[in-house]
């Protein structure tokens, strides 16, 4: 590889990397995402051979990617997420969830503690430490001596497993719903 090519790149880099995070982020609204996708695309771009187009043609190119890399980030983002609209309405399955003749209906809290028994002991003890004691994630970290990384990462997957829960449980949906959506209008 030739010094000219890797100085070449550093100065289109430097040049068009702010335009094209404005770009990216007027597409995805996230600072780091919109860094991030850019960043990909001029590494896809190096790996390709592709930096050695004409300033106007990589202008072109260049642009293109970043909004078709936006295009697909959102898709598998929405794809990621669970509509209300894709989920059964929960009067379909209001008979399997009521009480047995005798029965006593459940507690909200124990709907709770019945979904919270669907995570694994470590991923239930980190998502308890964050949402019941409003622990940072940096806090959990420290006391269980693991990573911030590990504590996001099992924040996630409890995530991900109280909607699959939900989506299981229609008449159940309105409790889970609200730690679901405490959990991600309180994301660290």
């Known amino acids: 590889m030739s010094t000219d090519r890797k100085e070449l790149f550093k100065v289109r880099f430097e040049k068009h990397y702010p335009r094209l ?49 936006c295009i697909s980030f959102l898709r598998r983002k929405k794809d990621d997420t669970v509509s209300i609209d894709d989920l059964p309405p929960a009067l379909h ?21 019945e979904a919270l028994a669907t995570l694994p002991p470590k991923c239930k003890d980190i998502f308890l430490m964050a949402k019941l004691k409003g622990m940072k994630y940096r806090e959990i970290a420290r006391e269980l001596g693991i990573s911030e990384k590990t504590v996001d990462n099992q924040m996630t997957k409890a995530v991900k497993l109280l909607r699959a829960y939900a989506a299981e449980n229609p008449f159940l949906i309105t ?11 309180n994301c660290h």
Do not use: M
């Open 93 to 113: 399955h209001l008979s399997d969830d009521l009480p047995a003749d005798g029965e006593a209906p459940r507690s909200p809290e124990e709907v709770i503690e």
């Open 21 to 69: 995070c404005s770009i990216a982020y007027g597409y995805v609204s996230d600072r780091d995402d919109s860094e991030d996708i850019v960043q990909e695309t001029f590494i896809h771009i190096w790996d390709k051979g592709k930096d050695d187009l004409s300033e106007q043609d990589f202008v072109a190119y260049l642009t293109t990617a970043v909004k078709n890399r």
């Open 175 to 185: 409790a889970i719903g609200a730690i679901v959506l405490s959990i991600l209008v």
